[in-house]
């Protein structure tokens, strides 16, 4: 059974809905795109598609209540990650997905199969990330350009604020979490490759939820270490900067590459 919320304990539409792509929801819900969402209502994954929250780089992400599927743990929100396919920075994708072992048979697909394969890469990701201990959302399914996983959200079920507009009363923990994170995914072999501000959500009691994993490569891609050396760069630099804090990016990068 799903656990049903009360009124209050639900995410608050006047408050939390992108008002970008309610204009344009008729163009996001195409027919392709129509015949995708009734398998996650098959499987049970979504019930009802509510709302908007936010408008990515690549993706307009809704936010859905849940069915009755196992695998949600009784959630009662799920989010949904809806590809672009038209107005996606298309060019930007390929060297994440050509040089990565595990995709290189997508070169000269067309652009829907392409996506498809970013989608996919997204869910095999966090897949790897949450087994892996990351703090990740939970990924829960994908279909063609379509990705469902855990709704990160703070008591109130207002969704969870991006790093970047959110003042943490403890940044050094915060700091500390995220390499932790960084830590682990190298472990298992993975590296997120646009770490930032943006694609770390802050939970309840200041947890930190990494986000956006379509672009992570596995270490045998050629430049793999260049984008963990650029991952911790840009995050330790983002909080030496806005919270006066002092680690050495370069120090971090070192031990965690030697730790092997
Ligand atoms: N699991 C989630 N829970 C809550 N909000 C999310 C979740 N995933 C994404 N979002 C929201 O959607 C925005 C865009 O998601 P992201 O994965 O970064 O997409 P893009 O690749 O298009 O940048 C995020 O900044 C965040 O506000
Ligand atoms: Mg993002």
């Known amino acids: 059974m799903v656990s049903r919320v009360s009124k209050k304990k639900r995410p608050r539409k006047e408050l939390y809905q992108e008002k970008e792509i309610e204009k ?4 996001v819900f195409n027919r392709g795109t129509m015949i995708r969402l ?3 209502f098959n499987k049970g994954i979504i ?3 509510d709302f908007p929250i936010a408008r990515g780089k690549e993706s307009d992400v809704f936010i859905a209540e849940a069915g009755s599927a196992e695998t949600l743990e009784g959630a009662s929100h799920v989010i949904l990650k809806m590809f672009r396919v038209t107005t996606t920075s298309f060019r930007n994708m390929s ?3 050509d040089a990565d072992p595990r995709f290189a048979r997508q070169v000269g697909k067309s652009r829907e199969k392409i996506i498809e394969t970013w989608c996919k890469k997204e869910f095999g ?4 990330a949450a087994k892996a201990g990351v703090s990740v959302p939970k990924p829960y399914m994908y279909n063609g350009t379509i990705l469902a996983m855990e709704f990160i959200h703070d008591r109130k079920m207002a969704p969870a604020p991006p790093l970047v507009n959110y003042t943490l009363k403890n940044p050094e923990r915060m700091a500390k979490a995220i390499i932790e994170d960084v830590r682990k995914m190298y472990s298992a072999g993975l590296v997120h490759a646009d770490l930032s501000e943006y694609n770390i959500l802050v939970g309840d009691d200041e947890k930190e939820y990494i986000i956006d994993m379509g672009q992570a490569v596995v270490l045998k891609h050629p430049n793999a270490y260049e984008y963990l050396q650029r991952d911790i ?9 806005k919270y ?5 990016w370069q120090s971090i990068y070192n ?3 030697q730790e092997e």
Do not use: A, C, W
């Open 24 to 27: 344009t929801e008729g163009g």
């Open 38 to 40: 009734g398998k996650f």
């Open 47 to 49: 019930s009802k598609i």
């Open 95 to 97: 060297p994440y997905i």
């Open 125 to 128: 990701n966090l897949e790897i």
């Open 233 to 241: 760069e840009h995050i330790l630099k983002f909080f030496n900067r």
């Open 244 to 248: 006066s804090l002092s680690i050495d």
């Open 255 to 257: 031990q965690i590459v």
